[in-house]
């Protein structure tokens, strides 16, 4: 116990003696005394036996509810995640490795990588895809980093887009003292004529996510148009299970796809570690954030991947590089990796088309019950807005049936639907609100 | 060997989902996608034996020695890891009323407790995901707290020409100039330096503490006395508190806010390249301006990732921490440096340290003069490395050492391990002053002889071009 050190006390002394010392503060001679703490200083427990703390932290993670149904996602999903995909990211080579940076010792991070992005290149129609950053918030962020240049600097983000990641796309804006302007929204989807109204020569992108914060498909190519037509570059946050069976970013006319990959097999786990995905054009290939894996050749010829265009980075390029970014989320993107090559593309389609039509089903339901209406018209995918009288006793009697319903938000409730959730639950789930509903 | 591509067969695959038991909806026709992604088409046992293949071509801190200066590849603990697969962690949505998600709150006001303790802070985020990330946020802290006061003309960051590239990288995001000063001949801060960049246009100092060289600044208490004489705030950049947690504490130094890695020092694995966590402490002043989700709290404030985080990396370094608890966590860093001046001193001799004093819990070996002697360069010597079985140092790093090579034992290995790696050095030493040729074409038994990494650069091909 006590840190995992080796080392037993008479060792650490024969070690200090070696070097010609004789005691621990010897080490931290350059550490002003009165700032060394003494014993008893640290205000810490006393360390556990890995039984006690298992038992501990047991204790706690049962003081949390996990419903046997979840309708909730609004930026979080729950998706069925094949078993294979639990146990290949716990082996613990890959857990214990750091960024493939001595390629001749890392050809299995870089590979697992180097198929990551190729799966994100044929998700979404782009030529070239990063290692990953953050989460889709970040990847959003960064992308709008990307497309600025030093006349065209403002942002323009969608109302409907998820509220995280406009407070992280105006957080990175006031980081560089850039402006984030919200394209307000209309009937649920971004405003087509206040876009209009608010691109100029000034606007470096635009910011869109398909669906939408509210469920709802966006007329992605109208809006790739005004934005192109004003000189600016447009990015596309999308989901990557709808990907399944969506037309691609590239199709509908984005410069950059961004995304959320924590629906490609990582748990809800209070939100995170999930996986931001880029992805763009070859000609803004050197613009992109982030780990980039190349193959190569090596001095005998044989395939190899590396680390590459690392001119772009910071360890590199320093206050010019063009993001900070050095840890990203690796092991998530293996996950991803390993979730695609498992689901294949009939597995991604089956998931994305029965998310939807269980969507469809639960909001077809629904709306049989007095005071239960879709609150925008439009096409959706797997999510929805509806009105719901009651709404906190409906969500409650929801959540003691072990249904987590959907998420209230202005003028209602955004629900979602996924493949996990079966048939029935959808129709227990809706008798509950019924009950509530006529009582 | 084979991408999973190449191996992928049409028709193939794995039946993961029963069938739709509702009426199927399709999409209209304007959002269908022209034909299916190109997946992999793969049995569930080519999809294993793929990834078991690869696992044979990863060294991680499991398979052996990892010295990597600066990324502190200590052990990772599997109960660490069993803790954060429990599924009351797994399963919890990030939205669920807060009611059900009382063990989540606890798990990160509990690390929040124990962390602000052991870094002399008063306040912390785990929204951050990575070091790089909680730089960036804590810089915004600094920007925040001088915009909110309305002092604009703080326009200025300081960075050590010793610092990682992610402290300028970091300041230019937050719209900072970047003002590189020179380090001493010791490696430390140049006073003289300092003061003379400071003054009403500095936003704040960035410095890491033991230095990127693994020395402790002796002068720190008057460096940041001098920053906050000028009216900056100071920030530390917690990837080396390996080497003082539990022994000192930046909040002690006069920082006024931190970022840590917890998959570093708090050994949550670091996985490959993250996920990490750049949890982010502040003494009261900024505490405001922390980071929160707008979704979570309907809140608008900053913002530097959904939710909270990387909460499972959280619940990874807890786990340790009250493994560890206050008898551990000091005897950790004690033992980090203990290990890293035996490994020195037994090395010493051959390559020669950058400076010759106690070091922190790593140090720098400069091959300068080994270079011009034989030849080898710090490459080679990590290139050779790589056939003993040994994870390379840091290479190259920090910036302003020559042919640099960095190494951090980290507290988790043997004396035997230890004296292994001394003795690969010194053999190494002597095999660049007989036969420097075979080391400049190492390896010679590794996965890959060496890559060409200007033809990766000069022909792009980031893809599986099928």
């Not at chain 1, 979080?76 to 940076?101: M, N, Q, R």
Request: hydrophobic share 40%.
């Amino acid at each position: 116990m006590a840190g995992f050190i080796p080392s037993t006390r008479e060792e650490q002394l024969e070690m200090l003696k070696a070097i010609g010392l004789t005691s621990f503060l010897d080490l931290y001679k350059d550490v002003p005394a009165d700032m060394i703490l003494k014993d008893g200083d640290l205000n810490l427990p006393s360390g556990m036996s890995e039984m006690e703390v298992s038992a501990l932290m047991s204790r706690i993670a049962a003081k949390n509810k996990v419903y046997a149904t979840c309708l909730r996602g609004a930026g979080a999903y729950d998706h069925y995640i094949p078993s294979i995909v639990k146990y290949i990211p716990a082996k613990e080579e890959f857990l214990t490795a750091y960024t493939p940076y001595q390629a001749e010792m890392s050809q299995g991070i870089l590979q697992s990588i180097f198929e990551y992005q190729t799966d994100v290149c044929n998700l979404t129609g782009m030529d070239v895809s990063n290692a990953s950053v953050y989460d889709g918030a970040t990847a959003a962020a960064e992308a709008a980093a990307m497309c600025r240049d030093r006349n065209r600097r403002v942002t323009l983000v969608s109302a409907c887009a998820h509220p995280d990641t406009i407070n992280t796309i105006r957080t990175y804006s006031y980081g560089t003292n850039d402006e984030m302007i919200v394209i307000p929204e209309k009937d649920g989807k971004t405003d087509l004529e206040a876009l209009k109204a608010l691109l100029n020569a000034s606007v470096a992108s635009v910011y869109v996510q398909q669906p939408n914060f509210n469920g709802l498909f966006e007329d992605a190519e109208a809006i790739a148009a005004l934005t192109h037509d004003a000189g600016a570059l447009f990015i596309l946050g999308v989901n990557p299970i709808a990907l399944g069976i969506m037309k691609t970013p590239r199709d509908m006319g984005a410069d950059i796809a961004v995304g959320e990959a924590q629906p490609l097999g990582m748990p809800l786990s209070y939100g995170g570690p999930y996986l931001g995905f880029m992805a763009t054009t070859a000609k803004h290939m050197r613009k992109l954030p982030g780990r980039i894996v190349g193959q190569t050749e090596d001095a005998n010829g044989e395939r190899a991947f590396v680390l590459s265009l690392q001119a772009r980075e910071q360890h590199i390029r320093r206050e010019k590089a063009s993001s900070n970014i050095c840890s990203n989320q690796a092991l998530c993107a293996l996950t991803a990796g390993l979730y695609l090559s498992a689901m294949g593309p009939e597995g991604l389609k089956k998931a994305a088309t029965q998310s939807m039509s269980k969507a469809h089903y639960l909001a077809k339901k629904l709306c049989e019950l007095p005071g239960v209406e879709m609150v925008y018209p439009g096409e959706y995918f797997h999510e929805f807005v509806t009105t719901l009288p009651k709404q906190d006793e409906a969500l409650l009697a929801l959540e003691k049936a072990g249904i987590l319903g959907g998420l209230p938000v202005e003028g209602g409730v955004l629900w979602c639907a996924t493949e996990k959730v079966s048939r029935d639950a959808l129709d227990k789930a809706v008798q509950i609100v019924k009950e509530v509903l006529i009582s | 060997m084979k991408l999973i591509f190449e191996k992928s067969v049409k028709g193939r695959g794995m039946q993961y989902l029963p069938k739709c038991d509702v009426e199927e909806v399709a999409l209209p026709e304007s959002l269908r996608r022209a034909e299916a992604p190109a997946l992999p088409e793969i049995s569930e046992t080519d999809l294993s034996r793929h990834y078991t293949e690869l696992v044979k071509r990863v060294h991680g801190v499991n398979s052996g020695f990892y010295p990597l200066g600066s990324c502190t590849m200590k052990y990772n603990p599997r109960i660490d890891e069993e803790m954060a697969a429990l599924p009351g962690f797994t399963g919890v949505h990030p939205l669920a009323p807060l009611h059900a998600t009382e063990g989540c709150t606890e798990v990160i006001e509990t690390a929040k407790d124990l962390l602000t303790e052991i870094t002399g802070m008063d306040d912390m985020t785990f929204q951050p995901a990575a070091g790089a990330h909680g730089e960036f946020t804590g810089v915004l802290l600094i920007k925040q707290y001088h915009d909110a006061r309305g002092d604009k003309k703080r326009t200025k960051i300081i960075v050590p020409d010793s610092a990682h590239g992610t402290n300028p990288a970091t300041a230019a995001m937050c719209g900072y100039t970047v003002v590189n000063i020179p380090s001493a001949p010791n490696g430390c801060v140049d006073l003289e330096a300092l003061k003379a960049v400071l003054g009403d246009d500095t936003a704040g100092l960035m410095l890491t503490n033991p230095n990127t060289v693994g020395i402790f600044d002796e002068n720190i208490l008057e460096i940041t006395r001098l920053v906050h004489e000028a009216g900056g705030l100071c920030y530390y950049d917690g990837a080396n508190l390996n080497a003082v947690m539990g022994v000192v504490r930046p909040g002690d130094m006069g920082f006024d806010c931190i970022h840590l890695n917890l998959h570093k020092t708090f050994a949550t694995p670091h996985g490959g390249g993250g996920p990490g966590s750049g949890a982010v402490g502040c003494k009261e002043h900024l505490s405001e301006f922390l980071p929160k989700s707008a979704l979570m709290t309907g809140e608008e404030g900053i913002q530097v990732k959904s939710f909270a985080g990387n909460f499972l990396v959280v619940v990874k370094a807890l786990t340790y921490i009250l493994t560890l608890g206050k008898e551990g966590i000091p005897m950790a860093a004690k033992n980090a440096v203990l290990n890293a001046n035996y490994l020195m001193r037994k090395i010493q001799g051959t390559f020669e340290p950058a400076f010759d004093r106690i070091c922190m819990h790593e140090f720098v070996l400069d091959l300068s003069t080994f270079k011009k002697e034989t030849g080898v360069s710090a490459l080679d010597v990590a290139k050779t490395l790589i056939d003993n079985g040994m994870h390379p140092p840091t290479m190259y790093f920090p910036l302003i050492v020559h042919e640099a090579l960095m190494l951090e034992p980290t507290e988790t290995e043997s004396r035997e391990t230890l004296d292994w790696a001394a003795e690969v050095f010194r053999s190494l030493y002597e095999l660049a002053h007989t036969d420097p040729d075979y080391m400049h074409a190492s390896p010679h038994n590794a996965q890959i002889a060496r890559p060409d990494e200007v033809k990766a650069a000069r022909n792009p091909i980031l893809k599986y071009q099928g």
